[in-house]
Every structure is written in C-alpha cells, then in structure tokens.
C-alpha cells in the first residue's frame, strides 16, 4: 500500500487495477475514486440505467479486498430496514422465560434492548465492519427524501446512534458508493459530504474493447458491429435504452449461435436479448435495417 494509507498511490493505478477487474473507468470516473476513497468521502454516482454504476461498487471492493455490504433502496423503505430493528420474538421468549424460571424479578425496558436483541441491518453493520468493507446504497433516488436525513450521519460521521444503547461508531470509515439514476434530485446536503462523478453511456471504442473483456470468445468484427449497433440504438426515442449489460448479454447470444459478424437478419431475431419491452421492440425494429445494413 502506498504511503500515507492509500488503496493507490495515483489516478493511474485507479486505471489500471479497474482495468485489470474488467471494468473500463474513464479519466474522471478514475478521478473521483481516487479523490473519494483519498478525502474518505462517499463516491456519489448518477447516471442513466446500464451505464455500470452498480458494477463500480462491485469490482472497486473487489479490487480492494474489501467486503461488499448492499443496501438496495426502495420506495418506503425506512432505519428499520435499513440501519437496525429490535428482534421482538427473542424478547417476548426472554420475558417470559424470566417469568417462568422466578427470575430476578420484574422485566424492565433495559433488560430487553440489549445488544443481544439488536438485529444489523446493512448500514449498522458496515459501521461495525468500518474499513474493511466497501458499502454500496444503491439506487438512493428510489428511496423517500425523508429516508435520506437517516444517511447523514453515516455519511459525515460514520456512525449510528441508538437511543437505547448509545452511539456506534467506525474505527475507520468504511469505503462508500452511492448510486442513483435521478428519478429524482437527491438533496444537496447528501451531495455535499460526497465527491460526485456523472456516467455517461461509454464510446465506441470504450465499449467494444467491454465486449472483448468479458467475452473474449467474440469475434473482433462482431464486437465492434454490437457497439456500433448499440450506439444508434441509444439514439432512438426507447422508453429504456440499453445499458452495457444488454451489450454484452447480445455478444455472448450472438457467440453462442456462431455469429461473426452482426447483419439485418440476427439482429431481429435476437434483438429481444438487448431491447426489452414491446413499444421498444416496434420502434427499433422499424430501425434496425437502416441501423445495421446501412
């Protein structure tokens, strides 16, 4: 490890320890990883679906060495889901076998939040787990805006308070990453304890060397046509446009049948792998002859 306690000692090795993960970040993807992860601030990522936001999360804690720790956000969800609940049932069963046995005396409220009846939720136990585990909150814009004032003091303090028991805080903060597709605006004091980066849908070239990556078997010819294709399909008026998954879900389909190259006809009968949903399917597959044999 370089000094001072870094992961990486430049934005370079960002670079190259992704690359070497099978994700390809760009300049300022590896910038602000390097700057989040150096300032000990959450990476906070917005993007459109499928541009791999989810992805960074997962191979950044790969290349760490790090334990992944999700929380996958959803409307209504609330701090019992999410940081900590009381596990009810070992009280009951506690109470009432204190009851039974003459224990020492009446059950007070003491007696029955303890941390032996505290059930983790994913954020209290990234607190526990502190430095040697990446947390991911993941889709945050799914979740109410209410929901967001409980992150804060993970975020700024890494730390959880209880009222029952007190405050549990990190030894050493543990890495986060913060994802959200902006369905709706996240509030600016979750963004200003984070370093923020924007992703958007990868080049060309960016995506096709994705392709040859994580489907070494594809003909070059083939990889380069699918990000191609992709490309122009991205443009079209689709209610989802196709997210690098898809990308690579439909080199791996067309590897699998043979395909060599992509022309009109494969790509109708397997467009389905890519695009996915019936008003999508008409608009591309008005498309796709211009698209690919033009």
């Known amino acids: ?15 190259k320890a992704l690359r070497e993960a099978g994700y390809l970040p760009d300049r300022g993807l590896a910038t602000g990883i390097h700057l989040a992860l150096g300032m000990r601030r959450p990476l906070l990522l917005e993007g459109e679906p499928g541009v791999g936001k989810t992805d960074v999360a997962k191979r950044l804690a790969g290349v760490l060495g790090l334990d992944l720790i999700r929380l996958q956000c959803y409307e209504g969800i609330d701090a019992a889901q999410a940081i900590y609940d009381w596990d009810y049932s070992r009280q009951l069963l ?9 224990g020492p005396g009446r059950v007070g409220t003491a007696d029955l939040y303890g941390p032996e009846f505290l059930l983790e939720r994913p954020l209290l ?18 979740a109410d805006d209410e929901f967001e004032a409980f992150l804060l003091e993970i975020l700024s303090e890494h730390a959880v308070t209880i009222p029952e028991i007190g405050t549990v805080c990190s030894a050493e903060p543990p890495a986060i990453v913060i994802t959200s597709n902006r369905t709706r605006e ?23 060397e994705v392709v040859r990556i994580r489907v070494p078997e594809a003909d070059d010819r083939l990889a380069r046509s699918i990000a191609e294709t992709v490309a122009r399909l991205r443009e079209l008026d689709l209610a989802k446009r196709p997210g690098i998954a898809e ?3 439909w080199a791996r389909a067309l590897t699998m049948i043979g395909a060599r190259e992509l022309n009109p ?11 996915k949903g019936r008003e999508d399917l008409g608009t591309v597959r008005q498309a796709l002859g211009e698209i690919v044999g033009g």
């Open 94 to 102: 506690h109470a009432r076998l204190t009851a039974e046995t003459g």
């Open 1 to 15: 490890m370089p000094a001072g306690g870094l992961p990486f000692a430049s934005v370079d090795e960002v670079e």
């Open 247 to 249: 990308t690579v879900d």
């Open 125 to 142: 136990r990234a607190v526990r787990t502190g430095g040697g585990c990446l947390l991911l909150i993941d889709e945050l814009d799914r």
């Open 265 to 275: 006809e494969l790509a109708d009968a397997t467009v389905g792998v890519v695009i």
């Open 186 to 208: 996240l509030h600016d004091a979750l963004k200003r304890r984070c370093v923020y980066h924007w992703i958007e849908f990868p080049t060309v070239e960016r995506e096709t």
